[in-house]
């Protein structure tokens, strides 16, 4: 739970950012939440990312089922707000309610921070901040430096086209970003590295990846099944059949979601696979 104090009932404010790693713009968003929480009127207050950044949407709201709650507010902070971001948003905690049976508090969606009254005072300000600044200073020369050609045998290219992104592969790439980091999985095993892509094809299929070299293709992933990817393909070079799509010259459509397997989870700590594999 959040630092901030909070009551214990009412309401929960979550205040939504894309992505985030860096110290400076972490720190920013919690300046943000602090300033909601002081007219919150003791309302619990936190920041979440969408897509690369601790800690994610869904841990947060995950993290918050089963507290004395009446409801969610979500207050996304993008500009422009995008209608599809709102779409794709609610289809998002429609799927986490439907992963996650049992009570649930109302669910808010906020229509963005250019809808607010005091956004015009806000431009003024922002234009008066510009003019203040400091000119740009004069290019410097080139470096000469060089660039080292990565090692890691591993690429996962997430599918960033319409269908995909409707379908969720924002909240997919920043599980598979976030996991990245922790697990260490540019170290981990053959090495890995990801990257989103414009459309990968199968977009009936969607959210769909891709792991290289295999190029094995991947359909209707959620976070439960990039755990399994992690675990069986790019730490020891299995794909995952129950989720993989191979090219067979015909239409193909969703199989019914496959249970999770029970193999450990990939933050649980050092295990060793059945088959040597280690993981980390």
Same mark, same amino acid.
């Given at each position: 739970?959040?630092?901030? =104090?909070?009551?214990?009932?009412?309401?929960?404010?979550?205040?939504?950012?894309?992505?985030?790693?860096? *110290?400076?713009?972490?720190?920013?968003?919690?300046?943000?939440?602090?300033?909601?929480?002081?007219?919150? /009127?003791? *309302?619990?207050?936190?920041?979440?990312?969408?897509?690369?950044?601790?800690?994610?949407?869904?841990?947060?709201?995950?993290?918050?089922?089963?507290?004395?709650?009446?409801?969610?507010?979500?207050?996304? @902070? @993008?500009?422009?707000?995008?209608?599809?971001?709102?779409?794709?948003?609610?289809?998002?905690?429609?799927?986490?309610? =439907?992963?996650?049976?049992?009570?649930?508090?109302?669910?808010?969606?906020?229509?963005?921070?250019?809808?607010?009254?005091?956004?015009?005072?806000?431009?003024?300000?922002?234009?008066?901040?510009?003019? #203040?600044?400091?000119?740009?200073?004069?290019?410097?020369?080139?470096?000469?430096?060089?660039?080292?050609?990565?090692?890691?045998?591993?690429?996962?290219?997430?599918? =960033?086209?319409?269908?995909?992104? =409707?379908?969720?592969?924002?909240?997919?790439?920043?599980?598979? $970003?976030?996991?990245?980091? $922790?697990?260490?999985?540019?170290?981990?095993? #053959?090495?890995?590295?990801?990257?989103?892509?414009?459309?990968?094809?199968?977009?009936?299929?969607?959210?769909?990846?891709?792991?290289?070299?295999?190029?094995?293709?991947?359909?209707?992933? /959620? #976070?439960?099944?990039? /755990?399994?990817?992690?675990?069986?393909?790019?730490?020891?070079? #299995?794909?995952?059949?129950? @989720?993989?799509?191979?090219?067979?010259?015909?239409?193909?459509?969703? $199989?019914?979601?496959?249970?999770?397997? /029970?193999?450990?989870?990939?933050?649980?700590?050092?295990?060793?696979?059945?088959?040597?594999?280690?993981?980390?």
């Amino acid at each position: 739970m959040s630092s901030v =104090a909070w009551s214990g009932q009412g309401s929960a404010i979550i205040l939504v950012a894309r992505s985030a790693i860096a *110290a400076v713009p972490i720190a920013e968003l919690e300046r943000l939440r602090t300033l909601a929480a002081a007219g919150a /009127d003791g *309302a619990w207050v936190a920041y979440a990312f969408t897509e690369q950044g601790t800690p994610s949407l869904r841990e947060v709201v995950l993290g918050l089922l089963g507290e004395p709650i009446d409801e969610m507010l979500f207050v996304p @902070l @993008l500009l422009p707000m995008e209608p599809a971001f709102a779409a794709w948003l609610t289809k998002t905690l429609q799927r986490w309610r =439907a992963e996650h049976p049992g009570p649930w508090p109302q669910l808010r969606i906020g229509s963005g921070i250019g809808e607010g009254r005091a956004i015009a005072d806000l431009l003024a300000e922002q234009i008066e901040a510009a003019r #203040e600044a400091c000119p740009v200073s004069q290019p410097q020369k080139a470096s000469a430096a060089g660039s080292l050609v990565p090692a890691q045998k591993r690429r996962v290219l997430v599918c =960033a086209g319409g269908p995909c992104m =409707a379908a969720g592969a924002d909240v997919i790439w920043g599980h598979l $970003r976030n996991e990245q980091a $922790r697990l260490g999985l540019r170290e981990a095993g #053959e090495g890995t590295m990801s990257a989103r892509t414009s459309c990968l094809g199968p977009c009936n299929l969607a959210p769909v990846l891709q792991v290289w070299p295999e190029g094995t293709y991947y359909g209707g992933v /959620d #976070e439960a099944g990039i /755990d399994r990817i992690i675990v069986s393909h790019l730490l020891c070079g #299995e794909p995952v059949p129950e @989720l993989a799509y191979g090219a067979t010259g015909k239409k193909q459509t969703l $199989r019914p979601k496959a249970a999770v397997s /029970d193999r450990p989870n990939p933050g649980a700590g050092p295990v060793r696979g059945e088959e040597g594999c280690s993981k980390p």
